[in-house]
C-alpha cells in the first residue's frame, strides 16, 4: 500500500495544524494507521495510532490530549489533529500502516511495514 502525507507547516507555538494521510487502497488484514516523528539527530517516535475496525485510539505520552487521530475509511485517509503545538513537537511526521493481521501493540515502528513520504511541522516560538 503507498501512503501520501501531507499537511504539515510552519505554526506558531499554541497553534493548530492537521496532517492527512492517504492510502491507495485498503488491503485485508491492515487493521491500523499510524503516526511517528522524527525530530533531527532523534529517534522515530510514535505518535499516535487508529484501528479502523474498532475505532480504538493510542497517544504516546507527550500528545495525549492535545493531538488527535481520526479516519475516514471511505478515503482510506487518517487523520492527525494537532492543537497547542509546542516547539519540541518540530519533526518529520510519517503515517504508516501495520503489517497485515498485525496482533501486538502498536506503539513500535516495527509494527509498520508501508510508510509515507513525510512531512514536516515546525513550531515556533
Known amino acids: 500500500v503507498q501512503l501520501q502525507a501531507s499537511g504539515g507547516g510552519l505554526v506558531q507555538a499554541g497553534g493548530s495544524l492537521r496532517l492527512s494521510c492517504a492510502a491507495s487502497?485498503?488491503?485485508?488484514?491492515?487493521?491500523?494507521m499510524g503516526w511517528f516523528r522524527q525530530a533531527p539527530g532523534e529517534d522515530r517516535v510514535f505518535v499516535a495510532a487508529?484501528?479502523?475496525?474498532?475505532?480504538?485510539?493510542y497517544y504516546g505520552n507527550s500528545v495525549k490530549g492535545r493531538f488527535t487521530i481520526s479516519g475516514d475509511s471511505a478515503k482510506n485517509t487518517v487523520y492527525l489533529q494537532m492543537s497547542s503545538l509546542k516547539p519540541e513537537d518540530t519533526a518529520v511526521y510519517y503515517c504508516?500502516?501495520?503489517?497485515?493481521?498485525?496482533?501486538?501493540?502498536?506503539?513500535?515502528?516495527?509494527?509498520?511495514?508501508?510508510w509515507g513520504q513525510g512531512t514536516l511541522v515546525t513550531v515556533s516560538s
Open positions: 504508516a500502516a501495520v503489517r497485515p493481521f498485525w496482533s501486538g501493540n502498536y506503539y513500535r515502528a516495527s509494527a509498520y511495514d508501508s
Open positions: 487502497a485498503r488491503t485485508v488484514g491492515r487493521n491500523a
Open positions: 487508529l484501528h479502523w475496525n474498532f475505532g480504538t485510539t
